[in-house]
């Protein structure tokens, strides 16, 4: 915690007030040694799902009183998976099912004031094996049947393999239709396009438009909880 409130300093001083951050993927024993996302790049808090909630609880208390904001990640986790999806076409959960223990770092976040969540680009054979989690009503509405209210990001959009196949114009348009409200892609090059096919689907979907107000609220209320936006 400690260490978290002086790396939110220095971010607040910066001028970045929301960190895409902690992880809180929960990496089963059996997975540790191949799972790459999250154990091979040393990034995650362990196996046991109590200890993982713990740290990311506190990890987050001390971004909270730098005055920085958190966004818990890659919901409903990369723990269990072992193909990376910035690399690879195809990650593919088997394991975590809408109740399992791997959640309950997300869960304990959700009520313990996360701002965001973000979630990941991954498949979950056992929640909804059709769709990418950032794709999935399912996935999403998890999140809000915890009474989750905050915003919802994306994993990458633009660059991450595991998205080729999805034309770019449609991505930030399926995932505000899923339920998402903050389109992430670390390819500056795809927003122009993405927000373009977005906009477009929305003028001629009016209950797609409605969620595009609605996420949008939603952002713009955590940036006026962050002293980034006011409506006076």
Aim: aromatic content about 6%; glycine content about 10%; some cysteine.
């Amino acid at each position: 915690a400690a260490a978290a409130e002086g790396w939110g300093r220095a971010m607040a001083k910066a001028g970045v007030l929301l960190d895409l951050a902690p992880v809180a993927d929960v990496v089963p024993a059996t997975f540790r040694a191949s799972n790459e996302p999250v154990a091979r790049l040393g990034r995650g808090y362990g196996s046991d799902p109590e200890k993982v909630s713990k740290k990311v609880a506190a990890f987050s208390a001390g971004l909270h009183a730098a005055g920085v904001g958190v966004a818990v990640k890659h919901f409903p986790g990369l723990g269990a998976v072992r193909g990376n999806t910035d690399f690879a076409t195809s990650v593919l959960d088997t394991t975590t099912t809408a109740s399992s223990a791997l959640l309950t770092p997300f869960r304990d976040a959700v009520e313990h004031g996360a701002d965001a969540v973000m979630v990941s680009s991954a498949t979950y054979r056992r929640i909804d094996p059709d769709r990418p989690a950032m794709f999935s009503p399912t996935v999403v509405g998890l999140l809000r049947e915890w009474g989750f209210e905050g915003v919802v990001v994306s994993d990458d959009l633009g660059a991450a393999a595991a998205l080729r196949s999805v034309p770019v114009a449609r991505r930030a348009e399926r995932f505000v239709a899923a339920g998402g409200d903050l389109a992430l892609t670390v390819d500056a090059r795809t927003a122009g396009a993405m927000a373009d096919g977005l906009y477009a689907a929305a003028k001629d979907d009016p209950e797609l438009a409605a969620r595009v107000a609605e996420s949008a609220a939603r952002v713009l209320a955590l940036k006026a909880r962050l002293g980034r936006f006011s409506c006076g």
